[in-house]
């Protein structure tokens, strides 16, 4: 396990090594996808192959910045309000609004 995961490492820096180099990266898969539902995509039968090429299919309130890496808008109107504390039926919670785009 020691030996695969070290591979594994190696494996990221020399990629990692190469995209800071300007080289090129090519990506393939080795089947179709089986389904385009959410629910399977995410569920106990989920593959890799199934949920890589479809995690853009569905929007979500926010993304991370191409260059940066920093959390960004997509489909929110903004950044969310501060967090409030609340008791509801007896459990202690955080509450944030999020305003949607229109």
């Given at each position: 396990m020691k030996r695969v995961l070290a ?6 820096m020399i990629i990692s090594a190469m ?84």
């Open positions: 591979l594994f490492l190696v494996a990221v995209a800071l180099a300007g080289g090129v990266v090519n990506f393939g898969m080795y089947s179709d996808i089986t389904s385009l539902n959410i629910w399977s995509m995410l569920g106990p039968n989920a593959t890799s192959w199934n949920f890589y090429p479809a995690i853009d299919k569905y929007g979500s309130l926010y993304g991370l910045s191409d260059v940066t890496n920093q959390l960004v808008p997509s489909l929110a109107d903004g950044m969310w309000s501060t967090f409030e504390a609340t008791t509801v039926e007896g459990t202690s919670a955080y509450v944030t609004t999020v305003k949607l785009l229109k």
